[in-house]
T-cell receptor, first 110, second 114 residues
Framework: KQEVTQIPAALSVPEGENLVLNCSFT??????LQWFRQDPGKGLTSLLL?????REQTSGRLNASLDKSSGRSTLYIAASQPGDSATYLC?????????FGSGTRLQVQP | EAGVAQSPRYKIIEKRQSVAFWCNPI?????LYWYQQILGQGPKLLIQ????????DSQLPKDRFSAERLKGVDSTLKIQPAKLEDSAVYLC????????????FGPGTRLTVT
């Protein structure tokens, strides 16, 4: 059974810092991995999707990498802003449906 | 392109009552998912449909939860009777295929059972 772990559970940084969120998964036989953002009381916004054959994806200040063999992904956020404050969820697709981690709650201080 | 629509957005009921949630996926998306997200946790799959057939309902508590997808488009999720531990956000998602396709999520329905 696939298990997804996200570290750290919570993170507070001053504005402008570069930061890395970590995601690990137990079964490397995946189709793809998605990173989502969730604001309080809101649904999920897809940030990046990495197919199993890819090593990384970039969108603006966000960069996600995937090392399928070691079961790890990282989300890199450059020059963090207070508007980046949210919960970031990692999810792997290995059977059609997604298996999610519990998320990293990020607070960027102005 | 319109996104995934869900209603209602919020619902408060007493335990042992029944409740139903509705989802309209992105037009043309054959696959529809219902996830349950308990506060502080990541979403967990309840049921997956491909057109109007069930692909995976292994984590659906079938003694109280039921779901259907009429004509392969809209879907309803019902809970009867509700328990306190059913308090959660119910998220609907859709994708254009079954495996390896990007999933798009609706805004969710926040259920509070008192």
């Amino acid at each position: 059974k696939q298990e997804v772990t996200q570290i750290p559970a919570a993170l507070s940084v001053p504005e402008g810092e570069n930061l890395v969120l970590n995601c690990s998964f137990t079964d490397s036989a995946i189709y793809n991995l998605q990173w989502f953002r969730q604001d309080p009381g809101k649904g999920l916004t897809s940030l990046l999707l990495i197919q199993s054959s890819q090593r990384e994806q970039t969108s603006g200040r966000l960069n996600a990498s995937l090392d399928k063999s070691s079961g790890r992904s990282t989300l890199y956020i450059a020059a963090s802003q207070p508007g980046d404050s949210a919960t970031y969820l990692c999810a792997v697709n290995d059977r059609g449906a997604l298996t999610f981690g519990s998320g990293t709650r990020l607070q960027v201080q102005p | 392109e319109a996104g995934v629509a869900q209603s209602p957005r919020y619902k408060i009921i007493e335990k042992r009552q029944s409740v139903a949630f509705w989802c309209n996926p992105i037009s043309g998306h054959a696959t529809l998912y219902w996830y349950q997200q308990i506060l502080g946790q990541g979403p967990k799959l309840l049921i997956q449909f491909q057109n109007n057939g069930v692909v995976d309902d292994s984590q659906l508590p079938k003694d109280r939860f039921s779901a259907e997808r009429l004509k392969g488009v809209d879907s309803t999720l019902k809970i009867q009777p509700a328990k306190l531990e059913d308090s959660a956000v119910y998220l609907c998602a859709s994708s254009s295929g079954t495996s390896g396709y990007e999933q798009y999520f609706g805004p969710g329905t926040r259920l509070t059972v008192t």
